[in-house]
Protein backbone atom coordinates (compact mmCIF):
# COMPACT_ATOMS: atom_id res chain seq x y z
CA UNK A 1 0.00 0.00 0.00
CA UNK A 2 1.06 3.42 -0.93
CA UNK A 3 2.40 4.85 2.24
CA UNK A 4 0.49 8.41 1.52
CA UNK A 5 -2.20 7.13 -0.03
CA UNK A 6 -4.30 8.06 2.69
CA UNK A 7 -2.85 11.37 3.01
CA UNK A 8 -3.48 12.10 -0.76
CA UNK A 9 -7.33 10.08 -0.55
CA UNK A 10 -8.04 13.02 2.83
CA UNK A 11 -6.48 15.82 0.71
CA UNK A 12 -8.71 15.17 -2.56
CA UNK A 13 -12.16 14.62 -0.55
CA UNK A 14 -10.81 17.70 1.45
CA UNK A 15 -11.00 19.89 -1.94
CA UNK A 16 -15.06 19.19 -2.71
CA UNK A 17 -16.48 21.56 -0.15
CA UNK A 18 -14.42 24.31 -2.12
CA UNK A 19 -16.08 23.14 -5.05
CA UNK A 20 -19.29 22.67 -4.08
CA UNK A 21 -19.16 26.48 -2.79
CA UNK A 22 -17.94 27.05 -6.05
CA UNK A 23 -20.36 25.86 -8.01
CA UNK A 24 -23.35 26.96 -5.96
CA UNK A 25 -23.18 30.34 -7.05
CA UNK A 26 -23.07 28.53 -10.36
CA UNK A 27 -26.10 26.51 -10.73
CA UNK A 28 -28.17 28.91 -8.34
CA UNK A 29 -26.54 32.55 -8.76
CA UNK A 30 -24.74 34.48 -6.68
CA UNK A 31 -25.38 34.11 -2.92
CA UNK A 32 -24.01 35.68 0.46
CA UNK A 33 -24.34 32.52 2.45
CA UNK A 34 -22.19 30.54 -0.29
CA UNK A 35 -19.30 32.71 0.07
CA UNK A 36 -19.78 32.85 3.96
CA UNK A 37 -19.72 29.16 3.89
CA UNK A 38 -16.57 28.93 1.80
CA UNK A 39 -14.83 31.22 3.48
CA UNK A 40 -15.38 29.88 7.00
CA UNK A 41 -14.40 26.47 5.43
CA UNK A 42 -11.44 28.26 4.07
CA UNK A 43 -9.76 29.89 7.25
CA UNK A 44 -10.55 25.89 8.79
CA UNK A 45 -8.56 24.29 6.19
CA UNK A 46 -6.44 26.91 6.66
CA UNK A 47 -5.79 26.78 9.93
CA UNK A 48 -5.65 23.22 9.94
CA UNK A 49 -2.46 23.34 7.20
CA UNK A 50 -1.01 25.70 9.13
CA UNK A 51 -1.17 22.76 12.07
CA UNK A 52 -0.23 20.38 10.25
CA UNK A 53 3.41 22.26 9.20
CA UNK A 54 3.84 23.06 13.60
CA UNK A 55 6.52 20.30 14.41
CA UNK A 56 7.41 20.83 17.96
CA UNK A 57 11.31 20.39 18.80
CA UNK A 58 11.90 19.40 14.95
CA UNK A 59 12.01 23.12 13.27
CA UNK A 60 13.68 25.94 13.48
CA UNK A 61 12.29 29.39 15.29
CA UNK A 62 11.72 30.88 11.84
CA UNK A 63 9.62 27.50 10.62
CA UNK A 64 7.76 27.72 13.78
CA UNK A 65 6.95 31.78 13.45
CA UNK A 66 6.07 31.00 9.55
CA UNK A 67 3.65 27.86 10.24
CA UNK A 68 1.34 29.89 12.38
CA UNK A 69 1.63 33.60 11.16
CA UNK A 70 -0.48 32.95 8.18
CA UNK A 71 -3.80 32.36 11.11
CA UNK A 72 -2.71 35.05 13.31
CA UNK A 73 -4.91 37.82 11.31
CA UNK A 74 -7.94 35.52 11.82
CA UNK A 75 -9.29 37.84 14.42
CA UNK A 76 -9.20 40.58 12.09
CA UNK A 77 -11.00 39.59 9.21
CA UNK A 78 -13.97 40.12 10.84
CA UNK A 79 -13.24 43.90 10.34
CA UNK A 80 -12.23 43.11 6.73
CA UNK A 81 -14.59 43.13 3.99
CA UNK A 82 -15.83 39.65 2.22
CA UNK A 83 -13.65 40.12 -0.53
CA UNK A 84 -10.43 41.52 1.23
CA UNK A 85 -10.92 38.08 3.72
CA UNK A 86 -11.13 35.98 0.47
CA UNK A 87 -8.14 37.51 -1.09
CA UNK A 88 -6.07 37.39 1.75
CA UNK A 89 -7.06 33.45 2.33
CA UNK A 90 -6.40 33.01 -1.68
CA UNK A 91 -2.53 34.49 -0.65
CA UNK A 92 -1.88 32.52 2.17
CA UNK A 93 -2.42 28.87 1.14
CA UNK A 94 0.45 28.89 -1.39
CA UNK A 95 2.41 30.59 1.40
CA UNK A 96 1.82 27.85 3.19
CA UNK A 97 3.25 25.75 0.61
CA UNK A 98 6.37 26.86 0.02
CA UNK A 99 6.56 26.79 4.01
CA UNK A 100 6.33 23.23 3.79
CA UNK A 101 7.98 22.95 1.10
CA UNK A 102 11.26 24.51 2.77
CA UNK A 103 11.10 22.57 5.71
CA UNK A 104 13.49 18.91 6.21
CA UNK A 105 10.32 16.95 6.20
CA UNK A 106 9.19 17.58 3.10
CA UNK A 107 11.78 15.67 1.14
CA UNK A 108 11.25 12.59 2.90
CA UNK A 109 7.48 13.04 1.93
CA UNK A 110 6.34 10.65 -1.92
CA UNK A 111 6.14 12.33 -5.12
CA UNK A 112 2.78 11.62 -5.23
CA UNK A 113 2.49 13.92 -1.75
CA UNK A 114 4.37 16.67 -3.75
CA UNK A 115 1.94 16.33 -6.65
CA UNK A 116 -1.04 16.38 -4.57
CA UNK A 117 0.04 19.53 -2.74
CA UNK A 118 0.58 21.29 -6.08
CA UNK A 119 -2.56 20.61 -7.46
CA UNK A 120 -4.79 21.20 -4.34
CA UNK A 121 -2.63 24.76 -3.58
CA UNK A 122 -3.45 25.44 -7.54
CA UNK A 123 -7.34 24.08 -7.57
CA UNK A 124 -7.92 25.80 -3.86
CA UNK A 125 -6.61 29.23 -5.39
CA UNK A 126 -8.42 29.46 -8.26
CA UNK A 127 -11.83 28.42 -6.56
CA UNK A 128 -10.62 31.29 -4.00
CA UNK A 129 -10.16 33.31 -7.55
CA UNK A 130 -14.25 32.64 -8.29
CA UNK A 131 -15.46 33.45 -5.22
CA UNK A 132 -13.84 36.94 -5.16
CA UNK A 133 -15.34 37.34 -8.44
CA UNK A 134 -18.77 36.36 -6.74
CA UNK A 135 -17.74 38.85 -3.92
CA UNK A 136 -17.12 41.63 -5.97
CA UNK A 137 -20.54 40.73 -7.98
CA UNK A 138 -22.45 40.83 -4.77
CA UNK A 139 -21.29 44.34 -3.91
CA UNK A 140 -21.88 45.85 -7.18
CA UNK A 141 -25.75 45.01 -6.63
Known amino acids: ???????????????????????????????VPAIEAFTLYSMGILAFMAGTLW????????HAVMAVLVVVPFPLLVLASATSTLVYLAICFPIVLLFERGMPAW??????YHKMRYILTSVVFVCHLFMIAQSIELTRV
Not at 55 to 62: D, V
Not at 107 to 112: G, I, N, P, V
Open 107 to 112: QQYHKD
Open 1 to 31: MHPFLNHIQLGYYGVLPFLACVFWPLLLGSS
Open 55 to 62: RAGEQSYT
